[in-house]
């Protein structure tokens, strides 16, 4: 009587076990007191369950289709880096060879004879990498320009920045002072240089060294006629030999 009494409303007719069966009674009760237990623990059963796993998907569906978005985005973006990287290095590559053969070119003719050298410094990425400059004057061992004198440096300036010019020229400069180094030898070279690229390049010259000005076309001056008011003078000069 017990026995029925545990198995009812719990257990349909056809799942009932066979009354021949060898079971002890004792076990067959633990068996259904722990299947009574199992099922309790699932508790109450949420019928919103199948609307609220498809809301949920729609949502899943619509985030990860985003996801997607931006990881396609990314290695758009990642191939795109990857492109400029090579564009970039291809011209760097075309642009400091071109330079380093003009830098050469121009050092041979400022300095009357001699070598100089560009190259990038060892150890780093080329990104990071700087420009060592080394220059052989007539009659002198190839060294860095460190170790060169003050009017030596000035015209391996004046050679970097003219084969950069020679390279692509810029339309208008202003140098200030950049003759002040130089002797009256070098002055005169420096000047020769500059005429030849005046045709492309519109030259401002800050100096006070009578050879570079003689080599002007238009000279401006400030005077002070009157104590405290300065006045801007100009004079165009003209070849009258030409």
Do not use: W
């Not at 199992?38 to 289709?65: G, H, Q, T, V």
């Amino acid at each position: 009587k017990y026995f029925e009494q545990e198995y009812k409303f719990s257990i349909s007719p056809d799942k009932l076990p066979d009354k021949s069966s060898t079971i002890p009674q004792q076990e067959l009760l633990e068996k259904i007191k722990k299947c009574r237990q199992k099922l309790e623990s699932y508790k109450e059963i949420n019928l919103m369950a199948p609307a609220e796993y498809d809301e949920i998907k729609k949502r899943f569906d619509f985030l990860n289709s985003q996801r997607e978005d931006l990881v396609n985005a990314k290695q758009d973006l990642q191939s795109l880096i990857h492109q400029i990287d090579t564009t970039s290095q291809e011209l760097f590559d075309k642009t400091f060879s071109q330079i380093k053969a003009n830098f050469a070119s121009i050092v041979k003719d400022l300095f009357e004879g001699g070598t100089g050298t560009l190259r990038l410094t060892d150890g780093v990425s080329q990104e990071e990498a700087g420009i060592e400059i080394s220059v052989q004057p007539p009659g002198k061992k190839l060294q860095s320009i460190s170790l060169l004198s003050g009017g030596e440096k000035a015209l391996v300036s004046i050679c970097l920045l003219f084969a950069i010019f020679l390279y692509k020229p810029s339309p208008f400069c202003v140098l200030d002072e950049i003759d002040a180094s130089l002797d009256e030898a070098n002055i005169i070279r420096f000047n020769k240089l500059l005429n030849s690229f005046s045709k492309k390049t519109q030259f401002i010259i800050i100096t006070h060294n009578k050879l570079t000005i003689n080599s002007a076309s238009t000279l401006y001056g400030i005077t002070m006629e009157t104590p405290g008011i300065s006045r801007l003078l100009s004079v165009k000069l003209v070849d009258k030999s030409a």
